[in-house]
Every structure is written in C-alpha cells, then in structure tokens.
C-alpha cells in the first residue's frame, strides 16, 4: 500500500511540475501566429494575383470595347462613302493586331450585306488575359425621304387623318404639350405595311426591286418599314392596322420593323383598336428612338443645305431655299419678259403646246424644262422656280399620262396640283427624278374626275398634301400636315430616294448611324 502512495505521489508531482511549461506555451503561440502570418500572406498574395489578374481581365475587356467602337467608326465612314460594305473597308485589315495601351486588339468581320455585318473585337492586356465581345451592326440612313411620309407638327389635331393605304416608314413630329394631341388617326381599312403588295405593274416595273432579308427562317421582300411618332398618339379605328400578322409562303414581310410612338406605353395608342391592331417586330412600348433636336420640319425660309450639308452664298449671307431658287435655278417672274414663260409653266398637259425654256439651247443650260406634247414627255433638269406670290402650277389632265425624264425640280410659290398620270420614263429614282416643290399645298387627284391616278416623284408642300381618290404614288410626302381622303389613296416608299434626290429638295443632308444589336461576351 505504501509503495503504491509512492507511485501516486511521484505522478502528482509530475502534473504539478509546472517547470518549462511557459517555454512550451510560447513555442505553440509562436507557431500559430507563424501559420496565420504564413496562411495571410499566401491569401494575401492570391488576393494580389487575382486583383491583378482582374484588373488586366478588365483591361483587356475595355481594350475589345475599344476596337468595337474603332471599328464601329471606320464602317460608318466607309459607308458614307459609297454606301456598301460588301466591296471593301478602307482601313480594315483582318487580323491585324493592333495596338491599345498596354496591349492590344484584333477584330474580325462577317459582312452579311451592304449594311448588315457582325463584329468580333479579341481584346489582350500584357500578353495574358483575353476578352472577346461580339455584335451585330447596321447602318442607317438619318434622312426625312427615307420614308414614305414626313409630317410636320400640323395645325390643329391630327397631322394625317383618313383612310390611306401607306407602304413604308412614317415619321410624324406632332405637337408637344402636356397633354399628347392626335398625330395620326386611321380608319376604315387604312394601314401602314411593309411590302409592295398590291402595287400597280405600271409603277413596279419603273423602280428597283425593294432590298431583301431573311425573317422567320424566309428570304422576303421588305421595305423596312418603321413608324415613329415624337410627339402625339395613334388612334387607330375599324379594320385599320399598323404592320400585320406575318404570313409564311409568300415573298413579302408584313410586320413594320418598329413601332417608336412618343413616350412608349399603352397610352400612346387610341381608337377603338388601339395597340390591339399593331404588329411590329419591337412591341408596341418603345418610345420615340431620337433626340428632340434631331428631326426639324424644313421650312423655305430656312437655310438651305444640300445633301451633304454645304450652304451657299446669296449676297454676304446664305441663302434660304427661296433665296437658293432665285440665284441657283431658272428664275421665272412675273416681269413683262417672262409672262410668255409663265403661262407655260403653269399649265402643262396634253392641251399645251410644244415648248422649251430656255427657248434657244435649252441643254447648254444647268437648269431647263422641255415639253413635248406629242409624245407627252416632260424634261427637266435643275430647278425650275415660278417666283410669283401665289402662282398656282396645274399638271395633267385627267386622262393625261405625263412621262418625265431627266433629274429636275419645279418649285412654286402658291401651290402645285397634279391631275393625270405622272411617271418617271425609265426608272424612278436612280434615271429620272421629279421633285415639286409648291410654298402653300399640293393637291393629287382632287379635281372633277380624277380617279385612279399613278404618280412618282418627290413632293414637298410646306403647308399641306392632299392625295385622294384611289391614287398610287411611288415616292415620299413631305409637309406640314395631310389630308388622305377616304378611297384609300396608295403611297409607296422607294428606298434609295434619300440618295437620289432632285436638286434643291428641302432637308435633303443625310446623316448616317450605326445600330447594334446582339451584344455578348464570347469565348474563342
């Protein structure tokens, strides 16, 4: 018993030793302030590599950016030019590497059309991170004759109301206030569509073929048609329709490309169909898609700017459009020596007689116009302008087909009204080209017995155009407001107007813009 006490005794003497434990305890402190020391500065060190490798990874992301954009420019600039990408970018060199800051770029091109191409930016910082960003992009046109209809503010109310069958864009301004007044307002069997179906072979057999795409897995023919309304609501009543279900197995798109109505929303739509009867590629909630200065009503009292937006120099000042007309074009005024020229520009139609102004040489001239009554041809070349206060310009009569050739416009001072058949002699607008230009109204088919009228050309009035009965018209309107009547007169857009304009055809500069769509980060 004695011998085991002992053995207690000396294990509790042991545990109770407390000699060297302080030595122990600072080594075991030390080596867990050694493994955090050593585990922060290893998580510090990876926090360091990633933060760097993050930081060169977005880098490089705004380095691909940067050739986006760089390559969004040079498109643009190529494209207005000469209007094709198809043939060629100057500037462009695929796979080339260029350098961006601290590393660098290299894009790619899959052209799909003469305005359609997708671009892919690789985007490299230090030789070690790499980003990739793809996009589709489209050029476009910023032009009011890339439409079939470009409406001011109007006077009161609605700008267009009737029941008209429009094919191609429509543009209205409308009038801002507080509370959105009707810019458009279509009934019966009114609609605004996307197609050429329905037009005369008359008229179709004198323009271009309308450019193509590919919607709903077919190849159809499309106008790319869009309606866009600044200020105002659609009322749409009856059986009218903007755009229209889309149908397989036929040659044509029917639903418009976009619909931008004011400030988007429900609200901008009225009638007792409303939203119900459109039927647009982008819905029906988008708001109007351009800036409150972009688009402006050009008025005759304006400068004038060509299509490449140059004034020119009338006296120390530039010149308005009246002013432009005047010292730019053939003058014709109400002086004794131009009476005779006069009355012959005021009235012509198959009862007129031969004439040509100038009379001697008229082609040695910039500006002329020459009429044949025997085969019924009108030439024109230049501007043609009738400064009179208030000189009305009759054109046709009713049973008149009128063939224009030549690149000319005939600019009046009252109004100008057209009462028989008026058609480019060729082809409509890229061979012959009309403009009429009347400072008060143009008036289409709405004198006794017109009916069933088939016209083409570029008409500006800057108060008001009036096209009734059951007319077509290849072209674009362009005025302050409108009065369709209600046998649904036809008005057919020409793509490529815009670029074939007659000479001195008010809001004729174009501006070009770049589209994208589909943007996303991709990998290699």
């Given at each position: 018993m004695k011998k085991k006490n002992i053995i207690n005794n000396k294990i509790k003497d042991l545990l109770l030793n407390q000699k060297g434990m302080a030595l122990l305890t600072t080594l075991i402190f030390?080596?867990?302030?050694?493994?955090?020391?050593?585990?922060?500065?290893?998580?510090?060190?990876?926090?360091?590599?990633?933060?760097?490798?993050?930081?060169?990874?977005?880098?490089?992301?705004?380095?691909?950016?940067?050739?986006?954009?760089?390559?969004?420019?040079?498109?643009?600039?190529?494209?207005?030019?000469?209007?094709?990408?198809?043939?060629?970018?100057?500037?462009?060199?695929?796979?080339?590497?260029?350098?961006?800051?601290?590393?660098?770029?290299?894009?790619?091109?899959?052209?799909?059309?003469?305005?359609?191409?997708?671009?892919?930016?690789?985007?490299?910082?230090?030789?070690?991170?790499?980003?990739?960003?793809?996009?589709?992009?489209?050029?476009?046109?910023?032009?009011?004759?890339?439409?079939?209809?470009?409406?001011?503010?109007?006077?009161?109310?609605?700008?267009?109301?009737?029941?008209?069958?429009?094919?191609?864009?429509?543009?209205?301004?409308?009038?801002?206030?507080?509370?959105?007044?009707?810019?458009?307002?279509?009934?019966?069997?009114?609609?605004?569509?996307?197609?050429?179906?329905?037009?005369?072979?008359?008229?179709?057999?004198?323009?271009?073929?309308?450019?193509?795409?590919?919607?709903?897995?077919?190849?159809?023919?499309?106008?790319?048609?869009?309606?866009?309304?600044?200020?105002?609501?659609?009322?749409?009543?009856?059986?009218?329709?903007?755009?229209?279900?889309?149908?397989?197995?036929?040659?044509?798109?029917?639903?418009?490309?976009?619909?931008?109505?004011?400030?988007?929303?429900?609200?901008?739509?009225?009638?007792?169909?409303?939203?119900?009867?459109?039927?647009?590629?982008?819905?029906?909630?988008?708001?109007?898609?351009?800036?409150?200065?972009?688009?402006?009503?050009?008025?005759?009292?304006?400068?004038?700017?060509?299509?490449?937006?140059?004034?020119?120099?009338?006296?120390?000042?530039?010149?308005?459009?009246?002013?432009?007309?005047?010292?730019?074009?053939l003058n014709i005024t109400d002086s004794v020596a131009d009476t005779d020229r006069l009355n012959k520009i005021s009235s012509i139609s198959s009862d007129t007689e031969s004439f040509s102004i100038p009379e001697t040489d008229p082609y040695s001239y910039d500006n002329y116009i020459i009429w044949d009554k025997d085969t019924c041809v009108l030439e024109v070349k230049g501007i043609i302008y009738a400064n009179v206060e208030n000189i009305n310009i009759e054109i046709g009569n009713k049973k008149d087909q009128i063939k224009y050739s030549g690149t000319g416009t005939i600019v009046s001072k009252g109004d100008i009204s057209v009462h028989g058949d008026l058609l480019a002699n060729e082809f409509f607008s890229t061979t012959d080209s009309l403009g009429l230009i009347a400072y008060n109204d143009i008036n289409l088919a709405t004198g006794p017995g017109d009916s069933q009228l088939k016209m083409m050309g570029a008409f500006y009035a800057q108060n008001k155009i009036t096209s009734a009965k059951q007319n077509q018209i290849a072209g674009t309107f362009v005025s302050d407001n409108f009065d369709m009547g209600t046998n649904v007169p036809k008005i057919f857009q020409v793509p490529g107007l815009e670029n074939n304009l007659p000479p001195g055809m008010p809001g004729a500069t174009i501006t070009y813009t770049m589209y994208t769509s589909n943007w996303h980060e991709v990998h290699e």
């Open positions: 030390v080596f867990v302030l050694v493994t955090l020391a050593v585990a922060l500065l290893t998580m510090t060190s990876n926090d360091t590599k990633l933060s760097a490798l993050q930081r060169d990874s977005t880098k490089a992301f705004y380095i691909a950016e940067a050739g986006i954009e760089k390559t969004l420019y040079i498109l643009k600039k190529e494209y207005e030019s000469d209007q094709d990408w198809s043939d060629g970018i100057s500037g462009y060199t695929p796979g080339e590497v260029v350098s961006f800051g601290e590393g660098t770029c290299t894009v790619t091109l899959d052209i799909k059309s003469s305005n359609n191409v997708t671009i892919k930016s690789k985007g490299k910082h230090n030789n070690r991170p790499t980003r990739y960003i793809q996009i589709d992009a489209t050029v476009g046109n910023l032009s009011i004759w890339d439409n079939a209809i470009f409406a001011g503010s109007g006077q009161s109310g609605k700008v267009i109301n009737g029941n008209v069958d429009i094919r191609g864009s429509v543009h209205i301004l409308g009038t801002k206030g507080s509370t959105a007044m009707e810019a458009l307002d279509i009934t019966g069997t009114a609609g605004i569509d996307n197609n050429y179906d329905g037009m005369d072979s008359d008229i179709r057999s004198r323009i271009t073929e309308p450019p193509s795409t590919v919607f709903a897995g077919e190849t159809v023919e499309t106008l790319n048609a869009k309606l866009r309304v600044k200020h105002g609501k659609v009322n749409i009543s009856g059986n009218a329709t903007v755009g229209d279900h889309d149908v397989s197995g036929n040659s044509y798109k029917e639903t418009l490309d976009g619909v931008y109505v004011d400030d988007g929303g429900d609200d901008s739509f009225g009638g007792n169909q409303g939203a119900d009867n459109v039927y647009s590629d982008n819905g029906t909630e988008k708001p109007y898609d351009f800036g409150e200065e972009t688009f402006e009503f050009p008025l005759l009292t304006e400068t004038y700017m060509d299509s490449e937006g140059n004034t020119y120099d009338c006296g120390g000042s530039e010149c308005t459009y009246l002013q432009y007309y005047t010292n730019y074009g």
